[in-house]
Structures are given as structure tokens and as C-alpha cells.
């Protein structure tokens, strides 16, 4: 499996890093631009990510924009909806207003921060990524 992490907090990220590396390769981004252009070049390559896990408050791009760019990439090139990247929208922000925001923007799935990674590795399950 080939995974991002988008994750601005260097704490989070290396944490998250070294958590999905069991999982598979691991490629991580520090802010929303680098995503979106980290994303288009391995599709580029013809190696797309399987799995991007996503933090939601990044500088320069949110997750939201980040998460609206890709879908718009895949309907754009016509990816079937089973072959699009699953998206882990993680976040300290669980109102249900932005649960709901995710989900409608078409996020695969919403993790809460701090992360439980029991929830995360059944969440991982639930979408046959392990």
C-alpha cells in the first residue's frame, strides 16, 4: 500500500509516519500545496496512493481544499469511484458540522484527534486497506 500523510505538526506527522510505515510506504507532506502536487506526481508515475490520512487545520491549503482538488482530479480523469484514493480525514475538530463537511466533500473516513490507533487500524480494515 502507498500512503500520505498530511500533517503540518512535525510531532504528528513523524507519529503518523511511523505508525502506517507497518502498512506500507509512507510519504508525508507538511502543509495542503505540497498534498495536492505530492498526490498529482505519483499519479503522474502511474504509482498512486492508496491511502491518504489527512489533517484538517494545515497552513497554505486546508484539508478541505485538499480533499476538493483530489476528487476534482478524479472525476477530471474519469477514475471509477472504487479505484479513488480513501481519504482519512483527521482532526481535533469533531463538531458535527465539520464531520458532516468532510463527508459531503467525500472523505472515506474521520478519525479524532488524538488518534486512537485501534479505531484507526479497524477503520483500515473496514476499507480492506490491510
Request: proline share 3%; net charge negative.
Amino acid at each position: 500500500m502507498k500512503i500520505l500523510v498530511v500533517e503540518d505538526d512535525f510531532a504528528s506527522r513523524k507519529f503518523m509516519m511511523n505508525y502506517m510505515k507497518k502498512y506500507g510506504e509512507c510519504d508525508g507532506t507538511v502543509d495542503g500545496s505540497e498534498a495536492v502536487e505530492a498526490y498529482m506526481m505519483a499519479a503522474e508515475a502511474e504509482e498512486p496512493y492508496d491511502l491518504i490520512c489527512l489533517d484538517v487545520m494545515m497552513p497554505v491549503m486546508d484539508g478541505y481544499q485538499v480533499l476538493k482538488t483530489i476528487r476534482e482530479i478524479e472525476k477530471q480523469k474519469g477514475i471509477p469511484e472504487e479505484e479513488r484514493v480513501k481519504v482519512i480525514m483527521m482532526t481535533a475538530l469533531n463538531e458535527g458540522a465539520n464531520v458532516k463537511k468532510a463527508f459531503e466533500m467525500e472523505c472515506t473516513a474521520y478519525c479524532a484527534k488524538p488518534i486512537d490507533l485501534k479505531k484507526l487500524e479497524s477503520v483500515l480494515e473496514k476499507l480492506e486497506l490491510i
